[in-house]
């Protein structure tokens, strides 16, 4: 059931399915993708008595910026400070968190800047905090040229080139970050209407030129963004999943990235999946099967 909420800056759209007095889980989708990456994990949850949430991010879908005058922002931040926000809103204390890619970030920002609120975490990607305040080094070859997107991104002919080639690009990076996924244009194009929202060019480009200091941020979350930058570990339940076919976060879980996370932390690297993990394996060994292991 699509629904809406006025939650801080936005009017978030968000899918929600299950009892309303069901364990709150909360799946957050990443870039390019929208709330259908979990058309099939959100039933199975449901069937365990589960409120799932599913909600589009700033820029996607029906998700609605309140006033024109805020700033079309796609920092880290604003991502974290979004999902806090919804929470408020929706009055819910304590939920489990799954997310990947932008998704994952605001879920690991969440579990560090308020992690009473989250009750577990499902950390798909792994540590997923950036330092925008210093360069990020000159990574391995074959990782910067997965970022190609990024760096066109950071240009004008970049922008203007999203702007007019939305679709063709991000049918190419679902193709490129998930090789062994086999997906037909009706199931893309069930997604790509999200990416017709009228902030969605703007957040984006702003988030990818941001991140490597190309744009500034929202003043308001320079503390924050300081915070974050000296990479705090988070303390919550986890459990981590990698896709193992992953075409654009080559690296794959490390002893350093474990580190983030509290003792015990299950860690899986998912056979056959790539970066759209939750569509491609929705069940066992992946996302719900690590929902379900920390909701007990």
Same mark, same amino acid.
């Given at each position: ?69 805020? #700033? ?44 009473? %609120? ?18 990020? %080094?000159?990574? #391995? ?85 300081? %915070? ?69």
């Amino acid at each position: 059931m699509l629904k809406r909420v006025t939650a801080g800056v936005l009017e978030v759209a968000y899918e929600e399915a299950g009892p309303a007095d069901g364990a709150p889980v909360v799946l957050l989708h990443g870039f390019p993708y929208d709330v259908t990456a979990f058309a099939e994990t959100t039933p199975l949850l449901v069937a365990r008595g589960c409120r799932v949430i599913a909600p589009y991010l700033r820029g996607y879908g029906p998700t609605r910026f309140v006033s024109p005058a805020t #700033p079309r922002s796609g920092q880290q931040a604003v991502l974290g400070h979004d999902l806090l926000e919804l929470l408020n809103a929706l009055a819910i204390p304590r939920a489990v968190l799954a997310g990947y890619d932008w998704g994952g970030r605001a879920a690991c920002l969440a579990a560090i800047l308020a992690p009473e %609120r989250v009750r577990a975490l499902v950390a798909i990607g792994g540590y997923n905090v950036q330092n925008t305040l210093a360069p990020s %080094r000159p990574a #391995p070859a074959a990782q910067e040229r997965a970022f190609w997107y990024q760096w066109y991104f950071n240009t004008e002919r970049g922008r203007l080139g999203f702007a007019q080639n939305r679709r063709e690009i991000c049918r190419m990076l679902w193709r490129d970050w998930s090789p062994s996924y086999q997906f037909d244009e009706a199931t893309f194009e069930r997604t790509a209407v999200a990416f017709d929202n009228p902030d969605f060019v703007d957040v984006v480009i702003h988030s990818y030129r941001h991140r490597h200091g190309n744009a500034p941020g929202e003043a308001r979350f320079d503390a924050m963004e300081r %915070r974050l930058a000296t990479q705090p570990p988070i303390t919550v339940p986890t459990v981590i999943l990698h896709g193992g076919d992953d075409g654009v976060s080559l690296s794959r879980a490390t002893e350093r990235e474990l580190s983030m996370f509290p003792a015990g932390t299950a860690r899986h690297v998912v056979a056959g999946a790539g970066h759209f993990l939750p569509r491609e394996k929705p069940g066992a060994p992946a996302v719900v099967d690590a929902l379900l292991t920390l909701l007990r």
